[in-house]
């Protein structure tokens, strides 16, 4: 399973890694990985290619990832172009007409691409107090409700909860059902 994760720096995106991470080497898989900062300090573009399985690089080529999560919009239809044929993508979307743009649904027909969107800064406004810091465990229950991955959500529940800071536990695991419950109507 190839992964791109893709965000703004501060958005979590080295944690989700982890945790995908964790679910992999507890289930005694191999996993590598590789993030490109950029100007992640400043908000600025962060990358993480991430493997399970029998792979030699960690560089996800473009046309081979199975699955694309993009905690920001812009950040998601820019690397669209990792993803292989009749792969996924969860993208966190603050504007719904974005997935309407004509060339980006002949782009996403013509490669048989899945592109699920999830507006994570309403939810995470409306339902956590504008807390964004959660979006990286939204997006993780997100792909588990579009059924991406190769995880279930009781494995991403387990590991956020061994690897989240005890503080903030219980709120992790709220926004991980948050993403959920948005595909699964819970």
Request: glycine share 14%; net charge positive; proline share 3%.
């Amino acid at each position: 399973m190839q992964y791109v994760i893709v965000g703004l720096g501060g958005q979590g995106i080295l944690f989700t890694s982890r945790v995908l991470g964790h679910i992999a080497v507890s289930r005694g898989e191999r996993v590598m990985g590789s993030e490109v900062h950029g100007m992640a300090q400043r908000g600025g573009s962060v990358i993480s290619h991430f493997k399970v399985g029998p792979y030699e690089s960690p560089l996800v080529l473009a046309g081979s990832a199975d699955l694309l999560i993009a905690f920001d919009q812009g950040e998601g239809i820019r690397n669209l172009h990792f993803l292989r044929e009749g792969a996924q993508a969860i993208l966190n979307i603050h504007d719904p007409t974005a997935l309407e743009n004509p060339h980006l649904k002949k782009y996403a027909a013509d490669r048989s691409l899945s592109i699920a969107g999830i507006p994570g800064y309403k939810i995470l406004h409306e339902k956590m107090g504008g807390r964004f810091l959660f979006m990286n465990v939204l997006m993780l229950g997100a792909m588990c409700g579009i059924n991406a991955g190769n995880v279930s959500i009781d494995e991403i529940r387990e590991a956020v909860a061994k690897l989240a800071p005890e503080k903030h536990r219980a709120d992790n695991l709220k926004a991980v059902d948050l993403g959920y419950g948005y595909f699964k109507g819970n």
